[in-house]
């Protein structure tokens, strides 16, 4: 396969107070306002009504930690407890390679990060979720939506501040859920000899399986919250989108004795093989063999780096010469940090680091699409959205950006976004791509031309084989791009740029520095409102439509595009048709 197909093929496939006092909601265990029952255990959360009107459980364990003989396996129940367990705190961060949307060395967004690039953060240890709810509300059977991370399936963690889910509980009057999964070649490894016969074991598809293993305790669990099992929202942005499509198509999910969820919010992905895309597109799913010849790659790599092996050639043999059992004692042996140096410094080089669900056929049909095309799906409302300018968050494809990730990072993390600019465009971008409009070849041109080609192909793909099917779906477009000079032009639109809206969460996190200023403040919170309440709508009722004042406007169906937009003053929502 072409390298640098595979690299980006794989890299994508790769979004009211009450009257207990703060003190004594986190010190009394027995305080009905903060503890919970669970299938293995009581949890104490934290009782936020004082602050942000919400109760929090950070850090619930939904699956026994895939550590020793359990990596590389299907999640499994955690041990039952019966002390309740403090659930104040995020889970640790899957194990990734440090990029600038992973944690710093405190399992949060801070400046450490900058010290953790390409470096191994997070723990295996991290099959956790987090849950939020409205601290006073009318009933106990609140929509729940359960949120998936983005990161190219090698990145991400919950406890990014962006995905904090205390604005949208509130405001939706919903039970918010966000979920680690296993990332790249953790939650993601066609490696035959780790398989034992058992078809779910054997996909490789781990972290799909975990985000399944964590839908099955919300199904069990979500009524000790105030949530309905029986209407539950599976939202998931980018990597997340990818995840969330594929659990939308998992024969695991379509077979399901009750319906793990009931309706879908995919933002940013797709789930297209190349043969189905137009020539020329970037498609958002890879066969299984290149997982598979990925995985093998990996564990040849790991015996020359360790010196079992002086070439490829003399690994493959080693391999060879010896069991599965044996093969897959070694793999289970090494520590993440070394088995993620080696991807770093031995596929990442020819474009094979990427990671994304497995078309393998038990977990994940061989062709999602042409499943739905033939109906073999969960039937559920489909309420989908990109940015219009989601290119723009990769320059670094194009060859296009000048500072490191090292430097954006600083840069971003210091930047005063109400003073006058700090930086010129020109030390940003590289100069062939200027003027950013300059036509073919400006890096507004450039942007666009990979949007298309890679987000949209795979959007039309996937949209157009659940139209064949239902009527319920809905799309958005998301246009503000109102930041601060030179920033508006670098990121505009960006992929991702839609989640703060989402969740209303515009603190610090690794964008706010360049996105929000005071004079975009009266436009960004009015559009944010829009889109959460448009969301709670969706969640409440299987249709984004209902509360007509917040849009202002009704929203057809697909292939009519709602546009999220705002002035400095005021949102600006319109539709095309």
């Given at each position: 396969m072409d390298k640098k197909r595979l690299f980006l093929t794989l890299a994508f496939a790769g979004l009211v107070s009450l009257s207990l006092s703060p003190v004594a909601a986190h010190d009394r265990d027995g305080d009905s306002s903060v503890r919970r029952e669970t299938s293995f255990g009581p949890v104490i959360g934290v009782n936020n009504s004082w602050k942000d009107g919400t109760i929090a459980w950070k850090g619930v364990p939904f699956a026994k930690p895939p550590v020793g003989d359990l990596r590389w396996r299907p999640p499994v129940d955690p041990d039952p407890w019966k002390q309740p367990k403090h659930t104040r705190e995020f889970g640790n961060a899957c194990v990734q390679n440090g990029r600038l949307f992973s944690p710093g060395l405190n399992n949060r967004f801070d400046e450490t990060i900058a010290a953790t690039l390409n470096t191994a953060v997070g723990s295996e240890d991290c099959l956790y979720l987090n849950i939020w709810a409205p601290a006073r509300h009318s009933d106990d059977d609140l929509p729940v939506i359960v949120f998936v991370h983005g990161g190219s399936n090698i990145s991400g963690y919950t406890a990014d501040p962006v995905y904090d889910g205390a604005a949208l509980a509130r405001t939706a009057n919903a039970v918010v859920v966000t979920v680690n999964y296993r990332l790249g070649i953790f939650g993601f490894f066609y490696q035959p000899v780790l398989r034992n016969g058992d078809p779910i074991n054997d996909s490789g598809n781990f972290a799909m399986l975990d985000i399944l293993k964590a839908l099955e305790f919300i199904q069990d669990n979500i009524r000790h919250f105030g949530g309905n099992r029986r209407n539950v929202t599976l939202m998931g942005q980018s990597a997340g989108a990818v995840n969330v499509y594929a659990m939308f198509t998992s024969p695991l999910v379509v077979n399901a004795k009750h319906k793990l969820f009931h309706r879908l919010v995919p933002l940013s992905g797709g789930l297209s093989l190349a043969s189905e895309l137009p020539d020329g597109s970037l498609p958002t799913l890879a066969p299984a063999s290149a997982f598979e010849g990925q995985a093998t790659f990996l564990l040849a790599q790991q015996l020359i780096v360790d010196g079992l092996a002086a070439d490829l050639t003399s690994a493959l043999a080693y391999i060879a010469a010896h069991t599965p059992q044996e093969m897959a004692a070694y793999l289970r042996g090494k520590s993440a940090a070394d088995l993620l140096a080696?991807?770093?410094?031995?596929?990442?080089?020819?474009?094979?680091?990427?990671?994304g669900p497995i078309p393998?056929?038990?977990?994940?049909?061989?062709?999602?699409?042409?499943?739905?095309?033939?109906?073999?799906?969960?039937?559920?409302?489909?309420?989908?959205?990109?940015?219009?300018?989601?290119?723009?968050?990769?320059p670094t494809l194009l060859g296009a950006r000048i500072p490191s990730d090292a430097q954006v990072f600083d840069i971003q993390f210091h930047y005063r976004p109400n003073d006058p600019p700090q930086i010129d465009i020109k030390q940003w971008i590289v100069a062939s791509f200027l003027p950013v409009d300059t036509p073919v070849t400006g890096f507004n041109a450039a942007t666009?031309?990979?949007?298309?080609?890679?987000?949209l192909a795979s959007r039309d793909n996937i949209l157009n084989a659940i139209a064949s099917q239902q009527n319920d779906l809905w799309y958005y477009q998301f246009d503000w791009a109102l930041e601060p000079a030179p920033f508006n032009d670098i990121y505009g639109a960006a992929h991702a740029f839609d989640l703060p809206f989402i969740f209303n969460t515009f603190g610090p996190s690794l964008f706010s520095?360049?996105?929000?200023?005071?004079?975009?403040?009266?436009?960004?919170?009015?559009?944010?409102?829009?889109m959460m309440h448009s969301l709670a709508t969706f969640a409440r009722r299987g249709d984004p439509n209902g509360d007509f004042w917040n849009l202002g406007v009704h929203w057809p169906v697909w292939p009519a595009t709602l546009h999220f937009d705002a002035t400095l003053k005021k949102k600006a929502i319109t539709v095309a048709n």
């Open positions: 080696t991807v770093l410094a031995k596929l990442a080089p020819i474009g094979a680091s990427g990671s393998e056929g038990a977990v994940l049909p061989k062709d999602p699409v042409k499943e739905i095309n033939a109906g073999n799906y969960l039937h559920v409302p489909v309420l989908a959205g990109n940015t219009r300018q989601e290119g723009k968050l990769f666009d031309h990979l949007n298309k080609i890679f987000f520095n360049v996105v929000n200023t005071n004079a975009n403040r009266p436009g960004r919170l009015a559009l944010s409102d829009a």
